[in-house]
Structures are given as structure tokens and as C-alpha cells.
């Protein structure tokens, strides 16, 4: 039984570009046989992955250990069963020394063994990076021939929480392959939208001041606004093998929770401003299957005069909830909502009503409640 | 011997066998290693696990709503390239098919459970088009694929109001399955030896295009074409 967290979210969009195609439109895309509006799930992870740098530490990520030398050679050890400890532990303190990180040997005490060789410090590294590093040293004949650089780029300097979530295939070398524990789907509109066109001109200043009339450039800019649906989940299963430390596991969640919220890809935005953050964010503990609530909006959303499109589609949105439970007996271990005052009455159905930073807390608490079966690497 | 139902329907999906390079494509139904790949996941196989065994499935897929063509333009930003990679990834939107999958009992059964409480999440082809709730759609004790996907009350037509009105009044619903010694079949390359990234082979298969499924469709539009009542007057 794995435990997915699923992440859903109404957010209003003004007239804007944010996302836009070859020919410089917004994204559409056709669902229930009318177009609506679409931000790609690519631009939606890229403005996920940007907003990490300010909600996580470089340095709080993977494994935190001194003992990294033992844990590279307990990792070769599984690459390769044949293999030595006490080679493989050799291998390890060179290569790491390679990288730059100091590695003494804790003084023994009498009577007792030497112990192996740690850092002065604690080090970070990934589950991903420690494989690596472990691979990379069981297929080399002379360690010692390995250059500082290689190791380095072995060791990688990407972020390893963003790997772990997002994934990361290379062509040019599949070992290096992350699968992503995270799944992004698609935004869509949930109404039929079509694109706007504002007709711009722009005016040559020297053009102007010589009294000549006419622009000095013309131009459109595409335009769309929509409610859209946004659907995201995350294996925490796949994210814990990933990173090999619990508690990365709950900072890489809390921060994709807290990104989910607040990013938004970018594109046009210095014409449009359109930085508008969700009306609705649900977020859902399942242990059973993640589900997405794409269907409720399969019949695009059409304003009433009892009530707007934000109150429909939230409500068609709590009523998909509902339907789900009843009819397939999928029901979520926790569930929270954080809603504005105007839409909380609707989004009531969706779980527990809170603000965003408390959801975000409660959310904590239980990803640490379900790791805390776990095992760590190196365990 | 049973057979396996899943509906694929979904806002958007994709499913390939024949994409090279920067140009992703979509084809117009599910392809076996997409369908394999997904019970695969459902198991909880990791991508260099073996999946001879899932292979020897037969599957049959019926078209319920044929769907449109997105193309969607992505670009990736490599960091230290000055360009950004491109490609085109080509997607069906507002489809559904209807898969039939048949083999040894206790396979079917440990698939069916499999798929409702899947070790990973699963998808229609790529990542970011989630599989629907109602994906699993029970297990027949009918062996054979076609019968299955011919007898609509096994599997009931899964296209959506709008397009059944959109329609005629009687649909005619593709059927394709894997060719039978002797039978006629276009060869597909779709069949997977391995899906490891660092090796990923595929082998082929004979796949029969069949009698399409003629359904009559309550809600569809009445044909009428003036013309033809002209001249069947006169």
C-alpha cells in the first residue's frame, strides 16, 4: 500500500499569457469538446522547481551523515556483492577526498577498534547522488585515476530534493535517471475560453519628437482568462527511495506544498501582472490510488445568475469529492481545504477548513506520521 | 482464463510507438507497451524489472471516442545550454478507449487488485495525463477479447454525452486486437523486451484491425441530407 498526496486547486487567472505555444498563444486545449484554456504541466513544475531556492536550504537535503565513506561502500556493496567492504570503504575515502570533503579518522579509544574514516561534518547527499557515486566506483578499475571534476559531477550539484520530486532523465548517460515521485497534470480551464488579442502600438520617441506621425511598430499580443483546475501528486513511497532521509521527505513535501500554492510559470507577465494565487487549495491523503477531480469540469462550468463561475466550479469540484467516495469507496486518510472567505461555504466538502499555512503545518505532521514507518538508507 | 477492462478516458493522453527524436507522437490507441507499462506500475515493477510474463497478455482496444490532436510545444532549459531544447509532444484529447487484456486467472485477478491500489501512479501514456478514477473496469470471466469488447454490456460505450450528440445515430467503434496465428495484421513494434532506460528493446506484433462495433447512439444527430430526399422524390 502506497500513500499518495494529492494537491488540487482552483485558480483565477486575468487576461494574461502566462503559458503560450509556438505561435505565441496561450496553451489550449480541447476537453469535453470545447477549448479551454491550459497551462502546461512542464511550465507548471519549472515555476515549482524556481520558487524552491527560497523555501529550501541547499544544504537540508538527502542523507545527512558523517559517516558518507561508509555509506558510499555499503552502496557498492549492493551494486556489487563481491566486492570487499574494506576496499570498497578505500575507494570511497579517496574519491571523497577527490571531491574536496575531509575525511579523518575518528580517534579510537582504548581498547577499542578503528573506526572508519567521517567527515569533520555533516554532509548531504541524496540517495540518487550516493548510487552514483557507488556505480561510478564499482565500474572504475583505478579510483585514483578518477579527477576532482568527475567526482564532483558525480556527486552533482543539483538540488536533490528538486530531483527527487520532479525527475531527471539524461540521454546521453541513463544511469543517471531520477524517476520523478512527483505527477503534475495538464491546468485546464474549467469553461470554454477562447483566446483575446490586444492590439498594441508602440511609439518611436525620436519618431515622435520629429512631429512624424504613425507607430513605430504595431503588433498583438494573445490573451486568455480562465478559472483553471490544477492537479498534482506525490508518491511519497517513490520520494522517500529517492531521497533516502525522512526528513528531507517531509521538507521536499512542504516545500512542493507551499510552491503549489505560490508559483506560477511567468511567461508575459511584465505585460499582464496577472499574480493571482488560488481561490481553492485541497490537499488529500490517500492511501489506496491518487485522484484527480478532472471529471467534474468535464461539462464546462457556465455562469448563472445565482451564482458565479468561481462558486460553481467549487462546488462541482466538492461534489466530484463527494461522488468519488460514494461511488468508489475511495476515501482520503486526511483531507484539508484552504479557500477564500467567499468560496469557503462551497469548498466546506473538501475537508477541513484552514489557511493555507496551517494546511501546510497539518501536512507536515502527517507525511512525518508516514514516514516514521520507514526505513532510511543506510539503515 | 479471464480478461482484464480498463477504460482509458481522460482529458488527455498519449501513447506512441513510433516517435524519434524532438517529435513525440500520439497514436490513435493505446499501444501494448503503454498498457503493459501502466500494469507494470500498478505492480509496483521498477523499470528494470522484468515484464515477460505481463507480455504474453492478449489485448484487444476498442476506440469510444476517437479524440482530437494536441500539439504542445515544450521547451526545457539545460542549464549551461544557451538554447533551449524543444520538441513537440503530440497528445489526444477528449478520447476514450476501452481496453481488453486476457490471460491465466490468478494473473488477471493480481493485476485487477493491483490496479486499484497501484504501487506508483498511473497514467495514459505519459506522466502528466493521470489515469481516471474509474480506470479499472472489472474483470470478465470471458476469455476471448473480442467477445468482450463486442458485447456492450461487458463493456458499455464509454464516449460522453456531448459527443454521442454530436454524432449520428449509429456509431461505428474501431476495434483492433492482437492477430491470431493465420490472421491478417499490421506489424506494430510495441511489444517490450525491457524497459530500462539504459536498454529499452521492443518487439513486434501482429495487430488485426477488425469489424468495427456498430452501436446505435439514442442521442445522436438524425442524418439528413436534402439533396438525397430531393432526388429520392423525384
Known amino acids: 500500500m502506497a500513500t499518495f498526496i494529492d494537491f488540487h486547486a482552483l485558480q483565477t487567472l486575468a487576461p494574461s499569457n502566462v503559458n503560450r505555444g509556438e505561435d505565441g498563444a496561450p496553451k489550449t486545449a480541447y476537453f469535453g469538446g470545447v477549448q479551454r484554456q491550459r497551462v502546461s504541466s512542464q511550465a507548471l513544475k519549472a515555476a515549482q522547481r524556481r520558487d524552491f531556492a527560497g523555501h529550501l536550504d541547499r544544504s537540508d537535503l538527502g542523507v545527512r551523515t558523517k559517516r558518507i565513506a561508509e555509506l ?59 548510487e552514483r557515486l557507488a556505480e561510478r566506483l564499482v565500474s572504475t578499475d583505478d579510483v585514483k585515476s578518477l579527477t576532482k571534476k568527475a567526482v564532483q559531477e558525480v556527486l552533482d550539484t543539483e538540488h536533490a530534493i528538486d530531483v527527487a520530486l520532479f525527475g531527471r532523465m539524461v540521454a546521453d548517460d541513463a544511469a543517471l535517471n531520477v524517476d520523478a515521485a512527483a505527477q503534475v497534470a495538464h491546468a485546464l480551464g474549467v469553461h470554454a475560453a477562447q483566446p483575446d488579442f490586444d492590439f498594441f502600438t508602440a511609439v518611436d520617441d525620436l519618431q515622435r519628437a520629429d512631429e512624424e506621425t504613425g507607430a513605430g511598430m504595431l503588433g498583438t499580443v494573445e490573451m486568455m482568462s480562465s478559472t483553471l483546475y490544477r492537479y ?79 462558486q460553481l466550479a467549487t462546488r462541482a469540484l466538492a461534489d466530484e469529492a463527494k461522488s468519488v467516495e460514494v461511488t468508489y469507496g475511495f476515501v482520503p486518510k486526511r483531507s484539508w481545504v484552504s479557500a477564500v472567505p467567499t468560496l469557503r461555504d462551497d469548498a466546506s466538502g473538501l475537508g477541513s477548513l484552514l489557511s493555507t499555512s496551517e494546511l501546510v503545518g497539518e501536512l507536515r505532521s502527517a507525511v512525518e506520521e508516514v514516514v516514521a514507518e520507514f526505513d532510511e538508507a543506510g539503515e | 482464463m479471464s480478461t482484464l477492462i480498463l477504460r482509458s478516458k481522460g482529458p488527455m493522453q498519449s501513447w506512441a510507438v513510433n516517435s524519434r527524436y524532438t517529435t513525440r507522437e500520439a497514436g490513435r490507441e493505446p499501444s501494448k507497451s503503454g498498457v503493459i507499462g501502466l500494469v507494470a506500475a500498478a505492480l509496483g515493477r521498477n523499470r528494470g524489472d522484468a515484464v515477460d510474463d505481463l507480455v504474453d497478455l492478449r489485448m484487444g482496444v476498442r476506440t469510444d471516442q476517437p479524440g482530437r490532436l494536441l500539439v504542445d510545444y515544450h521547451t526545457a532549459k539545460v542549464p549551461g545550454n544557451k538554447h533551449s531544447t524543444l520538441s513537440w509532444r503530440h497528445y489526444l484529447s477528449d478520447a476514450a ?66 459527443h454521442r450528440k454530436q454524432i449520428g445515430k449509429i456509431a461505428y467503434l474501431p476495434l483492433s486486437r492482437d492477430a491470431r496465428p493465420g490472421e491478417n495484421g499490421e506489424l506494430v513494434r510495441d511489444v517490450p523486451q525491457s524497459f530500462d532506460p539504459r536498454n529499452r528493446i521492443y518487439d513486434s506484433r501482429s495487430v ?4 468495427p462495433i456498430v452501436v446505435e447512439n439514442a442521442d445522436g444527430v438524425e442524418e439528413s441530407d436534402p439533396f438525397f430526399d430531393l432526388v429520392k422524390e423525384g
Not at chain 1, 566486492?83 to 577499542?112: C, H, M, N, R, Y
Not at chain 1, 501582472?273 to 462550468?301: G, K, Q, Y
Not at chain 2, 485487477?112 to 480506470?135: E, K, M, N, T
Not at chain 2, 488485426?208 to 469489424?211: G, P, V, Y
Open chain 1, 72 to 130: 558510499v561502500a555499503r552502496k557498492m556493496l549492493q551494486v556489487d556483492s563481491k566486492i570487499d567492504f574494506d576496499d570498497a570503504l578505500a575507494q570511497a575515502e579517496v574519491a571523497l577526498s577527490k571531491a574536496g570533503l575531509k575525511l579523518t579518522a575518528p580517534k579510537a579509544k582504548k581498547g577499542e577498534d578503528q573506526k572508519p574514516v567521517s567527515a569533520g561534518y555533516l554532509v548531504f547527499l541524496g540517495n540518487h547522488q550516493v
Open chain 2, 97 to 162: 478507449f476501452t481496453i481488453a487484456l486476457g490471460g491465466e486467472d490468478s494473473v488477471i485477478q493480481g493485476i485487477a487488485s493491483a490496479v486499484q491500489d497501484p504501487r506508483f501512479p498511473l497514467y495514459l501514456g505519459r506522466r502528466s495525463c493521470p489515469a481516471p478514477i474509474d480506470l479499472f473496469g472489472g474483470v470478465s470471466v470471458e476469455s476471448d477479447v473480442e467477445v468482450v469488447l463486442r458485447d456492450l454490456e461487458i463493456t458499455p460505450w464509454l464516449a460522453s454525452e456531448w
Open chain 2, 208 to 211: 488485426a484491425r477488425l469489424e
Open chain 1, 232 to 310: 498534482a501528486t506525490i508518491n511519497v513511497d517513490q520520494l522517500m527511495e529517492n531521497l533516502g532521509s525522512r526528513e528531507a521527505v517531509v521538507r521536499a513535501v512542504q516545500a512542493f506544498a507551499t510552491t503549489f500554492v505560490e508559483s506560477l510559470p511567468t511567461g508575459k507577465q511584465n505585460t499582464f501582472a496577472s499574480h493571482t494565487l488560488p481561490e481553492v487549495v485541497s490537499v488529500m491523503v490517500r492511501d489506496r490510488r491518487p485522484v484527480s477531480f478532472v471529471n467534474a469540469f468535464e461539462t464546462p462550468i457556465e455562469a448563472d445568475p445565482g451564482a458565479n463561475r468561481r
